[in-house]
C-alpha cells in the first residue's frame, strides 16, 4: 500500500514539474538553431531578414569567411524559431510619416515594423514610387524603428560641396564591403540612390537596390540603359569617394530580384580595371577625376 502510494505521489509530482515547465516556455521558443537550404535570389542580407537575425551572426554561426552563398547550401539560424518571423504588421494605432529623400517602401516598412504591401494598401498605391513631403498613413506602427539585421539600406548621406576623395580600387573593398548597401550621387543630376555591392575583383559589380533605385539611375542616363560612364559620388560612412558608373545591366548574376534591373553595372574607382581587358579604362578614369574635382 505505501509503494503504490509512493509511485501515485512521485507520477503527480511529474506531471506538476512539466506542467510547471511547460507554461514557463514562450510560443516559438528555440531550443536550437534551425537551418535553411539557400534558394535561388538568396543573399545572407535576405536570409538574415527572413529569420530576424543579422549578417555577422549568421557569418559567425556557419564559419563563413565571406557573404558569397551557393544555391542549395545549408545554413544554420542561429537562436531562431523554426519558421521564420511573421510578416504582418504589429496591432497598434496607425501614424503619419512624410518621406524625405532616399526613402522607399522597403526602408519605411523596417524603419515601423510593418510591410510595405500594407503600407501600400493603406495609402491607396499602386505603385512603389514615393515623393519627398509625400505623408503616408502607416498602418499597424509601434513608432519605434527596428532593426533586421547588420546589412541593410544605408542611411541617408549628405554629401561635401566640394569633389570627392580619390580612393585607390585596392582599398575601395574595406570601405564599401562585398554584401553591404550604400549611397551613390549622380554629379552632373544631383540625384541619389541605393546601391547593393554584389562583388568584382577589377572594380564593384553593384545592383540597384529597389525598383525606385533603379528608375532613378536610369533617369540619370537619359531614360534609357547606356554604356556611356558617368561621374559620381559613393556616400558612405559620411565619405564622399570619386568614382564612375556605367549605366548598363549585364552579367546573370545578382542577389537582388524585383528591382527591375537584370543582372548587375559596373562602377569604377581610381586605378580600377575592366574584367575583360584586365587595363584600366580612360573613360571611367575621366568621369573619376570630373567627380574630383
Given at each position: 500500500?505505501?509503494?503504490k502510494?509512493?509511485?501515485?505521489?512521485?507520477?503527480?509530482?511529474?506531471?506538476?514539474?512539466?506542467?510547471?515547465?511547460?507554461?514557463?516556455?514562450?510560443?516559438?521558443?528555440?531550443?536550437?538553431?534551425?537551418?535553411?537550404?539557400?534558394?535561388?535570389?538568396?543573399?545572407?542580407?535576405?536570409?538574415?531578414?527572413?529569420?530576424?537575425?543579422?549578417?555577422?551572426?549568421?557569418?559567425?554561426?556557419?564559419?563563413?569567411?565571406?557573404?558569397?552563398?551557393?544555391?542549395?547550401?545549408?545554413?544554420?539560424?542561429?537562436?531562431s524559431?523554426?519558421?521564420?518571423?511573421?510578416?504582418?504588421?504589429?496591432?497598434?494605432?496607425?501614424?503619419?510619416?512624410?518621406?524625405?529623400?532616399?526613402?522607399?517602401l522597403?526602408?519605411?516598412?523596417?524603419?515601423?515594423?510593418?510591410?510595405a504591401?500594407?503600407?501600400?494598401s493603406?495609402?491607396?498605391?499602386?505603385?512603389?514610387?514615393?515623393?519627398?513631403?509625400?505623408?503616408?498613413?502607416?498602418?499597424?506602427?509601434?513608432?519605434?524603428?527596428?532593426?533586421?539585421?547588420?546589412?541593410?539600406?544605408?542611411?541617408?548621406?549628405?554629401?561635401?560641396?566640394?569633389?570627392?576623395?580619390?580612393?585607390?580600387?585596392?582599398?575601395?573593398?574595406?570601405?564599401?564591403?562585398?554584401?553591404?548597401?550604400?549611397?551613390?550621387?549622380?554629379?552632373?543630376?544631383?540625384?541619389?540612390?541605393?546601391?547593393?555591392?554584389?562583388?568584382?575583383?577589377?572594380?564593384?559589380d553593384?545592383?540597384?537596390?529597389t525598383?525606385?533605385?533603379?528608375?532613378?539611375?536610369?533617369?540619370c542616363?537619359?531614360g534609357?540603359?547606356s554604356?556611356?560612364?558617368?561621374?559620381?559620388?559613393?556616400?558612405?560612412?559620411?565619405?564622399?569617394?570619386?568614382?564612375?558608373?556605367?549605366?548598363?545591366?549585364?552579367?546573370?548574376?545578382?542577389?537582388?530580384?524585383?528591382?527591375?534591373?537584370?543582372?548587375?553595372?559596373?562602377?569604377?574607382?581610381?586605378?580600377?580595371?575592366?574584367?575583360?581587358?584586365?587595363?584600366?579604362?580612360?573613360?571611367?578614369?575621366a568621369?573619376?577625376?570630373?567627380?574630383?574635382?
Open positions: 500500500m505505501k509503494q502510494y509512493n509511485f501515485v505521489s512521485a507520477t503527480l509530482m511529474l506531471v506538476f514539474v512539466l506542467t510547471v515547465l511547460c507554461s514557463a516556455l514562450q510560443p516559438g521558443t528555440a531550443f536550437a538553431n534551425s537551418v535553411y537550404t539557400v534558394s535561388k535570389g538568396d543573399c545572407l542580407w535576405l536570409v538574415a531578414n527572413k529569420f530576424g537575425v543579422t549578417v555577422n551572426a549568421l557569418k559567425t554561426a556557419n564559419n563563413l569567411s565571406s557573404d558569397v552563398l551557393q544555391i542549395g547550401q545549408r545554413i544554420s539560424i542561429p537562436g524559431s523554426s519558421k521564420p518571423a511573421a510578416s504582418s504588421p504589429p496591432a497598434g494605432n496607425t501614424s503619419v510619416y512624410t518621406v524625405v529623400q532616399g526613402d522607399c522597403w526602408t519605411i516598412a523596417n524603419r515601423f515594423g510593418t510591410g504591401e500594407a503600407i501600400k493603406a495609402n491607396g498605391l499602386d505603385s512603389d514610387m514615393l515623393y519627398a513631403g509625400q505623408n503616408l498613413t502607416i498602418p499597424g506602427a509601434n513608432y519605434q524603428p527596428v532593426s533586421r539585421g547588420a546589412v541593410s539600406r544605408a542611411a541617408p548621406q549628405t554629401a561635401p560641396s566640394h569633389g570627392g576623395e580619390l580612393v585607390s580600387w585596392g582599398l575601395i573593398n574595406d570601405l564599401f564591403a562585398i554584401g553591404s548597401t550604400a549611397t551613390i550621387k549622380d554629379v552632373r543630376t544631383g540625384r541619389e540612390f541605393q546601391i547593393y555591392h554584389l562583388f568584382g575583383t577589377n572594380h564593384a553593384c545592383e540597384p537596390l525598383a525606385s533605385d533603379s528608375q532613378i539611375m536610369k533617369e542616363f537619359g534609357q540603359w554604356w556611356d560612364r558617368r561621374p559620381a559620388l559613393l556616400l558612405i560612412d559620411g565619405r564622399a569617394i570619386a568614382c564612375s558608373m556605367a549605366g548598363m545591366p549585364h552579367g546573370t548574376s545578382q542577389n537582388i530580384y524585383g528591382n527591375d534591373f537584370d543582372g548587375h553595372f559596373d562602377l569604377h574607382f581610381l586605378n580600377s580595371r575592366t574584367h575583360g581587358t584586365n587595363k584600366v579604362d580612360p573613360g571611367h578614369q568621369a573619376i577625376q570630373e567627380a574630383a574635382a
